[in-house]
């Protein structure tokens, strides 16, 4: 996949087949697309007849025919304009609607891809350049294929249809008028360019002055902490003159584009007053044709212009294109190979409550990790033959310094990435040869930093299963300790907890997230650093939940608080991707090695901060 390209880069070339790919969005809705190029042909005929009318009425009064001769060239001009105003009715229908439609799929193409991809993939991509992705760039995508489509099609043809029609007329003037387009066709090429340039720049410049205020009202007080007002306004007044300037380019140049192309058009309609008048005296050329060979001069900028501009804003929206399909081409590299979905197709008719979609135990009795090795890369050995055998009910505590690999084991357990070397079971049977959607969907999982949704309680803890009754979701948050203090709230259950659970406490929100993580019921419960960053008071209530939470489940709890696991089945030291230590909380104490060290150091510090706040 090529490399992405940045937001303000022009190409130079049109990538055809890249465009191709694209199109075959457009392709989905022939029956918008077809009537769509069918009313831009047909505007475009019917614009380069409008001259025509005129030319039919002024030779009436040339010719010194009766007035009653009128009613001809003024029905003609009255059904161009009836038909006219449908034609753009209908494209501008169509061509709505297509770009909606476009919109919507490309962006549920790219949504559902997003969700496929593992979490490797996530690991190398900025957050923002994906939203990037699923919103701007498939706008703007959508918006080309639909209207650059209509515009390219008009403009060619109502150049053809032009042309056309001025050689039917006289072909000498019409040889003579036509001089103007290349001119034209270089200046609107030359200058279109350089103005998408300039207006590209203006955005970026635009985006990084708003990212600026954002960072400014939300870092205000360590601002302030820092004395940095005046180097903040210094760099905000450099980032303003720099789109101040590109405002002052790109107005230089509509301002120099647009007379220089009134003037060819100006030429053109000269030329053919020059011709045409020469010849209308000299009896060769009607005075109405004359008349009509100069509105056609002076039309010919509109679909040349409109044609630059489209193809200027195809090689301006080439990066986004890049960016959109090398998303769709991304394919995920840990998914269900195809022996598994064979089996998942094969008992898809036999599924139940003892047996899981790929035909194997729905129950988990055993997790086993056989010699599992694991890197990122060839130089970064994360684990290194990691051996560990897991009966169901059985709760392990993963400690140890940081980078250790601790998350890095429940990550593998949790197939967001695979063993690089080794084998992981599941009752026996590599886990590689289950599917991933059942094993993903036995894991309970709360986070260091849970993240809540704007919405109320009890829709943030049915996430974890849709169906949940209100009485099960009550049932859980009695379970993990929450139900008291989501009573004590003025609307309960309902009540709307704002982005990412702002309006309540970092222990409440903790709460939450555990509740929504039993309710599925889980059969693997995985707790990260989950009670590293709240208050002593949750974390009891968290502690006295904790053994009807782990209950009949495989357990795995990575610990900051030491505190948290002293009754955890096995405790698993962590140093440099392997077991340093493993035993119980008494058998490791006892053994006076590296979790010793680290739980003394932990309990002086909290029995320090303990008598701080009691003094």
């Not at 457009?26 to 831009?40: E, F, G, N, Q």
């Not at 489940?553 to 440099?576: K, N, P």
Request: proline letters at 2%; one cysteine or more.
């Amino acid at each position: 996949m090529n490399a992405p390209l940045e937001e303000d880069e022009i190409q130079n070339n049109i990538n055809v087949d890249l465009w191709k790919r694209i199109f075959q969005f457009a392709l989905a809705h022939k029956r918008l697309l077809i009537p769509l190029t069918a009313s831009a042909i047909a505007l475009s005929v019917i614009e380069s007849l409008l001259p025509i009318a005129t030319k039919f009425a002024v030779e009436v009064i040339e010719f010194g025919k009766p007035v009653e001769a009128l009613w001809f060239p003024a029905a003609f001009y009255f059904g161009l304009s009836l038909a006219l105003s449908i034609l753009v009715y209908v494209f501008i229908r169509c061509a709505g609607s297509i770009s909606h439609h476009i919109s919507h799929d490309i962006k549920r193409d790219c949504f559902k891809r997003l969700q496929e991809l593992e979490f490797a993939f996530y690991d190398s991509q900025p957050t923002g350049s994906l939203i990037s992705r699923l919103t701007a760039d498939c706008d703007r995508l959508s918006n080309i294929l639909a209207w650059g489509f209509l515009d390219l099609v008009w403009g060619i043809f109502f150049v053809i249809a032009m042309a056309i029609t001025m050689l039917i007329l006289n072909v000498e003037l019409a040889l003579l008028v036509l001089t103007t387009i290349v001119p034209l066709v270089f200046l609107s090429s030359f200058f279109r360019k350089r103005m998408l340039i300039a207006s590209r720049q203006i955005r970026k410049h635009n985006a990084r002055i708003t990212a600026s205020y954002n960072e400014g009202i939300h870092g205000v007080k360590t601002t302030k902490t820092l004395g940095r007002e005046r180097e903040n306004l210094s760099e905000f007044e450099s980032m303003s003159s720099d789109m101040f300037n590109a405002s002052v380019r790109r107005a230089i140049l509509g301002a120099i584009y647009l007379p220089l192309v009134v003037a060819i058009g100006s030429v053109g309609s000269g030329l053919a007053l020059w011709y045409g008048g020469a010849n209308a005296l000299s009896g060769d050329l009607s005075l109405g044709t004359m008349i009509a060979f100069m509105s056609f001069a002076g039309q010919f900028f509109f679909p040349i212009n409109q044609i630059a501009m489209v193809l200027a804003e195809l090689q301006g929206a080439q990066a986004a294109g890049e960016r959109v399909m090398g998303l769709l081409a991304t394919y995920p590299k840990i998914k269900d190979s195809e022996s598994v979905i064979a089996r998942i197709e094969q008992h898809k008719s036999s599924v139940d409550s003892t047996h899981a979609l790929d035909g194997y135990a729905n129950r988990i009795e055993r997790i086993e990790f056989r010699n599992v090795g694991f890197t990122y890369n060839e130089k970064e050995i994360v684990l290194d033959d990691f051996n560990l055998s897991v009966k169901r009910g059985q709760t392990i505590a993963l400690v140890g310094p940081s980078g250790g690999g601790k998350s890095t084991i429940v990550s593998v357990l949790s197939r967001f990435y695979e063993p690089t070397s080794g084998a992981l079971e599941f009752n026996g049977v590599d886990y590689r040869q289950r599917s991933l959607d059942w094993l993903q969907s036995q894991l309970g999982i709360v986070l260091q930093t849970p993240h809540l949704f704007n919405g109320t309680i009890s829709e943030n803890i049915r996430y974890g299963r849709l169906d949940a009754t209100d009485e099960e979701i009550e049932s859980v948050a009695r379970i993990v300790n929450a139900h008291e203090f989501i009573s004590n709230l003025e609307n309960g259950y309902e009540t709307v907890i704002g982005e990412g659970g702002a309006r309540l406490s970092t222990g409440e929100r903790q709460l939450i997230s555990f509740a929504r993580a039993l309710v599925a019921d889980p059969q693997i419960f995985i707790m990260d650093e989950a009670t590293s960053s709240i208050d002593t008071e949750t974390e009891a209530l968290i502690q006295e939940g904790m053994q009807r939470i782990f209950q009949g489940r495989i357990s795995f709890v990575i610990a900051h608080r030491l505190s948290t696991i002293r009754s955890a089945d096995q405790i698993l030291f962590i140093r440099e991707g392997k077991i340093a230590e493993q035993g119980t909380h008494t058998e490791l104490m006892d053994l006076k090695g590296s979790y010793f060290d680290l739980y003394l150091k932990q309990f002086r510090r909290e029995r320090v901060s303990d008598e701080l706040e009691a003094s």
